[in-house]
Nanobody
Framework: QVQLVESGGGLVQPGGSLRLFCIASGRIFTFNSMGWNWYRQAPGKERELVASISSGSGGSTNYADSVKGRFTISRDNAKNMVYLQMNSLKPEDTAVHYC?????????WGQGTQVTVSS
């Protein structure tokens, strides 16, 4: 079984920064061959794709228009971890953030990490 654990969220003021962490643990042996995504879900809204990074050490990245230029996704294959650096945070970024693989077949969702941007 693969477990996804997100962390790093918190309460920040508009314009602040957070760095989110996602670790995939358990019976996963091909982390480096998978693309990974960050998602977020705000209250009353559907889960949306925020950022993605392709497989390999030199993976390409893509971002939702709403976060492009502010967020950076990265990965450390040796640690089975994916990161999301979030800068210039806005109140509309408030959501629970999740990570998962990029393909159709998802691992069980983790609990996510709450990001709250408020003054």
């Amino acid at each position: 079984q693969v477990q996804l654990v997100e962390s790093g969220g918190g309460l920040v003021q508009p314009g602040g920064s957070l760095r989110l962490f996602c670790i995939a643990s358990g019976r996963i042996f091909t982390f480096n061959s998978m693309g990974w995504n960050w998602y977020r879900q705000a209250p009353g809204k559907e889960r949306e794709l925020v950022a993605s990074i392709s497989s390999g050490s030199g993976g390409s990245t893509n971002y939702a228009d709403s976060v492009k230029g502010r967020f950076t996704i990265s990965r450390d294959n040796a640690k089975n971890m994916v990161y999301l650096q979030m800068n210039s945070l806005k109140p509309e970024d408030t959501a629970v953030h999740y990570c998962n693989v990029a393909g159709r077949s998802k691992y069980s969702w983790g609990q996510g990490t709450q990001v709250t941007v408020s003054s």
